[in-house]
Protein backbone atom coordinates (compact mmCIF):
# COMPACT_ATOMS: atom_id res chain seq x y z
CA UNK A 1 0.00 0.00 0.00
CA UNK A 2 1.54 3.62 -0.67
CA UNK A 3 1.74 6.45 1.27
CA UNK A 4 -0.33 9.10 -1.21
CA UNK A 5 -1.84 10.36 1.86
CA UNK A 6 0.73 10.98 4.81
CA UNK A 7 0.52 14.05 6.28
CA UNK A 8 -2.41 15.07 4.98
CA UNK A 9 -5.76 15.75 6.59
CA UNK A 10 -8.95 14.52 5.19
CA UNK A 11 -12.77 14.68 6.15
CA UNK A 12 -15.00 11.97 4.88
CA UNK A 13 -18.95 12.94 5.25
CA UNK A 14 -21.49 10.02 5.46
CA UNK A 15 -18.55 7.73 6.70
CA UNK A 16 -20.30 5.13 9.13
CA UNK A 17 -21.40 3.35 6.85
CA UNK A 18 -21.12 2.20 2.72
CA UNK A 19 -18.98 3.95 0.37
CA UNK A 20 -17.50 6.32 2.67
CA UNK A 21 -16.76 4.06 5.04
CA UNK A 22 -14.88 2.22 2.37
CA UNK A 23 -13.07 5.51 1.10
CA UNK A 24 -12.32 6.46 4.92
CA UNK A 25 -10.59 2.53 5.49
CA UNK A 26 -8.56 3.22 2.63
CA UNK A 27 -7.62 6.94 3.26
CA UNK A 28 -6.40 5.99 6.48
CA UNK A 29 -4.35 2.86 4.86
CA UNK A 30 -2.56 5.42 2.64
CA UNK A 31 -1.73 6.79 5.64
CA UNK A 32 -3.78 10.08 5.82
CA UNK A 33 -5.44 11.61 8.95
CA UNK A 34 -9.11 10.84 8.96
CA UNK A 35 -12.04 12.74 10.52
CA UNK A 36 -14.91 10.44 10.11
CA UNK A 37 -18.69 12.98 10.03
CA UNK A 38 -21.22 11.52 10.26
CA UNK A 39 -25.06 11.86 11.50
CA UNK A 40 -24.97 8.58 12.74
CA UNK A 41 -22.31 9.10 15.44
CA UNK A 42 -22.55 5.09 16.43
CA UNK A 43 -21.80 3.90 13.22
CA UNK A 44 -18.79 6.41 12.84
CA UNK A 45 -17.34 5.36 15.98
CA UNK A 46 -17.63 2.13 14.86
CA UNK A 47 -15.53 2.33 11.59
CA UNK A 48 -13.25 5.25 13.44
CA UNK A 49 -12.48 2.49 16.35
CA UNK A 50 -11.83 -0.41 13.42
CA UNK A 51 -8.63 2.23 11.76
CA UNK A 52 -7.02 2.91 14.59
CA UNK A 53 -6.97 -0.75 15.57
CA UNK A 54 -5.34 -1.01 12.64
CA UNK A 55 -2.62 1.38 13.14
CA UNK A 56 -4.57 4.17 11.03
CA UNK A 57 -5.28 7.43 12.62
CA UNK A 58 -8.70 8.57 12.59
CA UNK A 59 -11.45 10.50 14.61
CA UNK A 60 -15.04 10.79 14.87
CA UNK A 61 -17.31 13.30 14.82
CA UNK A 62 -21.12 13.91 14.85
CA UNK A 63 -22.61 16.21 12.12
CA UNK A 64 -26.11 16.64 10.63
CA UNK A 65 -24.37 18.37 6.91
CA UNK A 66 -27.64 20.76 6.54
CA UNK A 67 -26.94 22.44 9.21
CA UNK A 68 -24.29 25.69 9.12
CA UNK A 69 -23.48 25.42 12.90
CA UNK A 70 -22.71 21.84 12.71
CA UNK A 71 -20.64 22.13 9.50
CA UNK A 72 -18.61 24.30 11.15
CA UNK A 73 -17.91 22.63 14.39
CA UNK A 74 -16.93 20.01 11.90
CA UNK A 75 -14.15 22.36 10.82
CA UNK A 76 -12.81 23.80 14.00
CA UNK A 77 -12.75 19.45 15.30
CA UNK A 78 -10.24 18.79 12.35
CA UNK A 79 -8.74 22.42 12.52
CA UNK A 80 -7.96 21.42 16.34
CA UNK A 81 -7.46 17.85 16.26
CA UNK A 82 -5.78 17.15 12.80
CA UNK A 83 -5.13 20.33 10.92
CA UNK A 84 -6.90 22.13 8.18
CA UNK A 85 -8.36 19.74 5.78
CA UNK A 86 -6.30 19.08 2.16
CA UNK A 87 -9.39 16.75 1.01
CA UNK A 88 -13.13 16.47 1.57
CA UNK A 89 -14.58 13.92 0.61
CA UNK A 90 -18.18 14.83 0.09
CA UNK A 91 -19.79 11.33 0.25
CA UNK A 92 -23.35 11.81 2.70
CA UNK A 93 -26.56 11.44 0.76
CA UNK A 94 -30.13 10.45 0.65
CA UNK A 95 -31.85 8.91 -1.55
CA UNK A 96 -36.08 8.94 -2.38
CA UNK A 97 -37.67 6.97 -4.65
CA UNK A 98 -41.75 7.55 -5.34
CA UNK A 99 -43.63 7.93 -8.76
CA UNK A 100 -43.36 11.45 -9.41
CA UNK A 101 -47.23 12.50 -9.32
CA UNK A 102 -47.09 11.00 -5.38
CA UNK A 103 -43.68 13.00 -4.63
CA UNK A 104 -44.61 14.99 -1.46
CA UNK A 105 -42.84 18.43 -1.62
CA UNK A 106 -40.97 17.51 1.77
CA UNK A 107 -39.46 14.57 -0.31
CA UNK A 108 -37.78 17.82 -2.97
CA UNK A 109 -37.03 19.98 0.20
CA UNK A 110 -35.15 16.88 2.07
CA UNK A 111 -33.45 15.95 -1.21
CA UNK A 112 -32.41 19.35 -1.76
CA UNK A 113 -31.34 20.24 1.32
CA UNK A 114 -28.99 17.11 2.71
CA UNK A 115 -27.45 16.47 -0.94
CA UNK A 116 -27.92 19.77 -2.25
CA UNK A 117 -26.94 22.60 0.88
CA UNK A 118 -25.17 19.97 2.70
CA UNK A 119 -22.37 19.22 -0.10
CA UNK A 120 -22.08 23.16 -0.45
CA UNK A 121 -21.91 23.83 3.39
CA UNK A 122 -19.04 21.38 3.42
CA UNK A 123 -17.18 22.54 0.55
CA UNK A 124 -17.65 25.89 0.87
CA UNK A 125 -16.01 25.65 4.78
CA UNK A 126 -13.23 22.82 3.16
CA UNK A 127 -12.46 25.45 0.19
CA UNK A 128 -12.43 28.34 2.62
CA UNK A 129 -9.59 26.08 4.77
CA UNK A 130 -7.82 24.91 1.65
CA UNK A 131 -7.19 28.79 0.38
CA UNK A 132 -5.40 29.31 3.10
CA UNK A 133 -3.01 26.00 2.55
CA UNK A 134 -2.66 27.03 -1.36
CA UNK A 135 -4.57 24.48 -2.51
CA UNK A 136 -6.85 21.50 -2.23
CA UNK A 137 -9.12 18.43 -3.48
CA UNK A 138 -13.05 18.26 -3.07
CA UNK A 139 -14.78 15.07 -4.47
CA UNK A 140 -18.29 15.42 -4.12
CA UNK A 141 -21.28 12.36 -4.55
CA UNK A 142 -23.28 12.85 -7.71
CA UNK A 143 -25.32 9.82 -9.05
CA UNK A 144 -26.12 8.08 -12.17
CA UNK A 145 -29.61 9.39 -11.38
CA UNK A 146 -28.50 12.95 -11.57
CA UNK A 147 -27.51 12.16 -15.19
CA UNK A 148 -30.29 9.60 -16.97
CA UNK A 149 -33.75 9.83 -16.82
CA UNK A 150 -35.26 6.88 -14.29
CA UNK A 151 -38.52 6.41 -13.16
CA UNK A 152 -39.28 7.75 -9.44
CA UNK A 153 -36.21 9.56 -8.76
CA UNK A 154 -37.71 13.22 -9.28
CA UNK A 155 -36.34 14.62 -6.19
CA UNK A 156 -33.53 12.72 -5.77
CA UNK A 157 -31.96 13.17 -9.82
CA UNK A 158 -32.96 16.88 -9.09
CA UNK A 159 -30.14 17.44 -6.17
CA UNK A 160 -27.93 14.84 -7.90
CA UNK A 161 -28.00 17.33 -11.17
CA UNK A 162 -27.20 20.24 -9.02
CA UNK A 163 -24.29 18.45 -7.52
CA UNK A 164 -22.62 17.74 -11.12
CA UNK A 165 -23.83 21.49 -11.96
CA UNK A 166 -22.18 23.06 -8.45
CA UNK A 167 -19.70 21.15 -9.18
CA UNK A 168 -18.40 21.92 -12.20
CA UNK A 169 -18.76 26.39 -10.99
CA UNK A 170 -17.27 25.40 -7.67
CA UNK A 171 -14.24 24.28 -10.30
CA UNK A 172 -14.00 27.05 -12.01
CA UNK A 173 -14.47 29.72 -8.84
CA UNK A 174 -11.58 27.93 -7.07
CA UNK A 175 -9.00 26.79 -10.09
CA UNK A 176 -7.61 29.98 -9.16
CA UNK A 177 -6.58 28.39 -5.73
CA UNK A 178 -5.26 25.41 -7.00
CA UNK A 179 -8.34 23.55 -5.40
CA UNK A 180 -9.69 20.87 -8.10
CA UNK A 181 -13.72 19.77 -7.46
CA UNK A 182 -15.00 16.57 -9.11
CA UNK A 183 -17.87 14.34 -8.57
CA UNK A 184 -18.09 10.67 -8.56
CA UNK A 185 -21.54 9.37 -10.14
CA UNK A 186 -21.55 6.12 -8.61
CA UNK A 187 -24.01 3.10 -10.41
CA UNK A 188 -25.86 0.73 -8.42
CA UNK A 189 -23.30 -0.17 -5.84
CA UNK A 190 -23.19 -3.17 -3.08
CA UNK A 191 -23.18 -0.81 -0.10
CA UNK A 192 -25.27 -2.74 3.08
CA UNK A 193 -28.19 -0.11 2.94
CA UNK A 194 -28.96 -2.27 -0.86
CA UNK A 195 -28.48 -5.36 0.36
CA UNK A 196 -31.14 -5.00 2.76
CA UNK A 197 -33.57 -3.02 0.30
CA UNK A 198 -32.70 -4.51 -3.40
CA UNK A 199 -35.11 -7.47 -3.43
CA UNK A 200 -33.76 -9.98 -5.71
CA UNK A 201 -35.48 -9.08 -8.74
CA UNK A 202 -34.43 -5.80 -8.92
CA UNK A 203 -30.87 -7.09 -8.78
CA UNK A 204 -30.98 -9.32 -11.44
CA UNK A 205 -32.54 -6.36 -13.31
CA UNK A 206 -29.52 -4.37 -12.50
CA UNK A 207 -27.33 -7.20 -13.65
CA UNK A 208 -29.21 -7.52 -17.51
CA UNK A 209 -28.67 -3.81 -17.68
CA UNK A 210 -25.30 -3.14 -16.13
CA UNK A 211 -22.22 -4.34 -19.08
CA UNK A 212 -20.38 -5.42 -16.38
CA UNK A 213 -23.11 -7.87 -15.02
CA UNK A 214 -22.43 -7.07 -11.23
CA UNK A 215 -23.19 -4.34 -8.56
CA UNK A 216 -20.15 -2.39 -7.56
CA UNK A 217 -18.51 -3.18 -4.37
CA UNK A 218 -17.93 0.19 -2.00
CA UNK A 219 -14.24 -0.33 -2.62
CA UNK A 220 -14.24 -0.11 -5.86
CA UNK A 221 -15.96 3.72 -5.59
CA UNK A 222 -13.12 4.54 -3.05
CA UNK A 223 -10.51 3.57 -5.53
CA UNK A 224 -11.65 6.16 -7.77
CA UNK A 225 -12.41 8.92 -4.61
CA UNK A 226 -8.72 8.37 -3.66
CA UNK A 227 -7.50 9.22 -7.05
CA UNK A 228 -9.48 12.21 -7.63
CA UNK A 229 -8.20 13.19 -3.87
CA UNK A 230 -4.42 12.39 -4.72
CA UNK A 231 -1.65 14.56 -6.05
CA UNK A 232 -1.46 12.39 -9.15
CA UNK A 233 -5.07 14.44 -10.08
CA UNK A 234 -3.13 17.54 -10.06
CA UNK A 235 -5.13 18.49 -14.04
CA UNK A 236 -8.37 17.00 -13.30
CA UNK A 237 -11.03 19.56 -12.33
CA UNK A 238 -15.00 20.27 -12.97
CA UNK A 239 -15.50 16.59 -13.98
CA UNK A 240 -18.42 13.98 -12.70
CA UNK A 241 -16.42 10.22 -13.21
CA UNK A 242 -19.12 7.80 -13.51
CA UNK A 243 -18.23 4.49 -11.74
CA UNK A 244 -21.00 2.23 -12.61
CA UNK A 245 -19.61 -1.12 -14.87
CA UNK A 246 -20.54 1.06 -18.21
CA UNK A 247 -24.26 1.35 -17.05
CA UNK A 248 -24.44 5.03 -18.18
CA UNK A 249 -21.96 4.17 -21.47
CA UNK A 250 -24.69 1.48 -22.54
CA UNK A 251 -27.01 4.10 -23.70
CA UNK A 252 -29.72 2.13 -26.00
CA UNK A 253 -28.26 -0.98 -26.00
CA UNK A 254 -30.40 -4.34 -26.24
CA UNK A 255 -29.00 -7.29 -25.19
CA UNK A 256 -28.60 -10.05 -28.34
CA UNK A 257 -29.28 -7.70 -31.05
N1 LIG B 1 -24.81 3.05 -3.15
C1 LIG B 1 -25.24 3.38 -4.35
O1 LIG B 1 -25.69 2.50 -5.11
C2 LIG B 1 -25.17 4.82 -4.81
C3 LIG B 1 -25.58 5.09 -6.12
C4 LIG B 1 -25.54 6.42 -6.57
C5 LIG B 1 -25.08 7.43 -5.73
N2 LIG B 1 -24.70 7.12 -4.46
C6 LIG B 1 -24.26 8.24 -3.61
O2 LIG B 1 -23.02 7.91 -3.01
C7 LIG B 1 -22.97 8.46 -1.68
C8 LIG B 1 -22.73 7.33 -0.68
O3 LIG B 1 -23.71 6.35 -0.89
P1 LIG B 1 -23.92 5.09 0.08
O4 LIG B 1 -24.77 4.14 -0.65
O5 LIG B 1 -22.63 4.66 0.66
O6 LIG B 1 -24.82 5.78 1.22
P2 LIG B 1 -25.43 5.12 2.56
O7 LIG B 1 -26.87 5.46 2.60
O8 LIG B 1 -25.01 3.70 2.69
O9 LIG B 1 -24.65 5.97 3.68
C9 LIG B 1 -24.81 7.35 3.73
C10 LIG B 1 -24.20 7.87 5.02
O10 LIG B 1 -24.46 9.27 5.06
C11 LIG B 1 -24.96 9.61 6.34
N3 LIG B 1 -25.83 10.78 6.23
C12 LIG B 1 -27.04 10.86 5.64
N4 LIG B 1 -27.55 12.10 5.80
C13 LIG B 1 -26.65 12.81 6.50
C14 LIG B 1 -26.60 14.14 6.99
N5 LIG B 1 -27.64 14.99 6.81
N6 LIG B 1 -25.51 14.56 7.66
C15 LIG B 1 -24.47 13.71 7.88
N7 LIG B 1 -24.46 12.42 7.46
C16 LIG B 1 -25.54 11.99 6.78
C17 LIG B 1 -25.72 8.39 6.82
O11 LIG B 1 -25.85 8.38 8.24
C18 LIG B 1 -24.86 7.25 6.28
O12 LIG B 1 -23.86 6.87 7.20
C19 LIG B 1 -24.30 9.17 -1.46
O13 LIG B 1 -24.16 10.54 -1.75
C20 LIG B 1 -25.22 8.50 -2.47
O14 LIG B 1 -26.29 9.33 -2.86
C21 LIG B 1 -24.74 5.84 -3.98
Not at 8 to 27: E, F, N, P
Request: net charge positive; with cysteine; charged share 20%.
Amino acid sequence: MSNRFLNKVVIVTGSGTGIGAATARRLAQEGGAVVLADRDEPSARTVCSEIVAAGGKALAFQVDIREPRQVEALFVFSRKEFGPAHVLINNAGLGAQKHFLDTPLETLRTMLDVNVVGTFLCAQAAARDMVKLGGGRIVNFASHSGLLGSSGRAAYAASKGGIIAMTRVMAIDLAQHSITVNAIAPGAIDVPRNRVQHTEERRNAWHRAIPLARYGEPQEVAAVALFLASDEASYLTGQTISVDGGFTAAGLRVKNL
